[in-house]
């Protein structure tokens, strides 16, 4: 199974689109992890028209847009507990774990978190941590980049993709 993990669309206020390549892999992937901060409700509204299957949050800058602050999804036999990460730079990886622990339901889950806009994969107080970036290279990222992650019995093979 393949997942897409993006985060940060920042669509409109920082840009007009997520690029084609990264539309692309969204499209073709079984399943899109999406760690907030839409932007819009048309950002959204786009995102659920290109992806097969969506499981999102909602981030720090987007309005009241429907989501949830934290979602688990099981994909190919692994838990994913997917939040923004909102709040300071100093401890997010451990708030970030933490959310994760409070929220999973398996011993070993995988966190989806996003706000950085730093490409991040690490493990934190045992919990690894994926933090794709920002899908279309919002400040303070220096490049648009985004994951996919393949999944299968229980293992994550993570990719690092940017344009």
């Given at each position: 199974m393949e997942i897409a993990l993006i985060s940060d669309s920042h669509i409109p206020s920082r840009a007009q689109r997520i690029p084609?390549?990264?539309?692309?892999?969204?499209?073709?992937a079984d399943h899109?992890?999406?760690?907030?901060d839409f932007d819009s409700k048309g950002a959204l509204a786009d995102m659920r028209d290109i992806a097969p299957?969506?499981?999102?949050?909602?981030?720090n800058m987007d309005p009241r847009i429907g989501l949830p602050?934290?979602?688990?999804?099981?994909?190919?036999g692994v838990e994913f507990v997917v939040t923004h990460g909102t709040g300071s730079s100093r401890g997010y990886e451990q708030r970030v774990a933490r959310t994760v622990r409070e929220h999973a339901t398996t011993d070993d889950p995988v966190g989806v978190a996003g706000h950085t806009h730093e490409v991040l994969d690490?493990?934190?107080d045992g919990v690894r941590l994926l933090n794709p970036g920002s899908a279309t290279g919002a400040s303070p990222a220096s490049r648009a980049t985004m994951m996919t992650a393949e999944v299968e019995s229980g293992d994550v093979d993570v990719r690092v993709h940017e344009v």
């Amino acid at each position: 199974m393949e997942i897409a993990l993006i985060s940060d669309s920042h669509i409109p206020s920082r840009a007009q689109r997520i690029p084609d390549l990264f539309r692309d892999r969204v499209a073709d992937a079984d399943h899109v992890v999406h760690a907030g901060d839409f932007d819009s409700k048309g950002a959204l509204a786009d995102m659920r028209d290109i992806a097969p299957a969506l499981t999102a949050v909602s981030g720090n800058m987007d309005p009241r847009i429907g989501l949830p602050s934290v979602a688990t999804v099981e994909l190919g036999g692994v838990e994913f507990v997917v939040t923004h990460g909102t709040g300071s730079s100093r401890g997010y990886e451990q708030r970030v774990a933490r959310t994760v622990r409070e929220h999973a339901t398996t011993d070993d889950p995988v966190g989806v978190a996003g706000h950085t806009h730093e490409v991040l994969d690490i493990e934190t107080d045992g919990v690894r941590l994926l933090n794709p970036g920002s899908a279309t290279g919002a400040s303070p990222a220096s490049r648009a980049t985004m994951m996919t992650a393949e999944v299968e019995s229980g293992d994550v093979d993570v990719r690092v993709h940017e344009v």
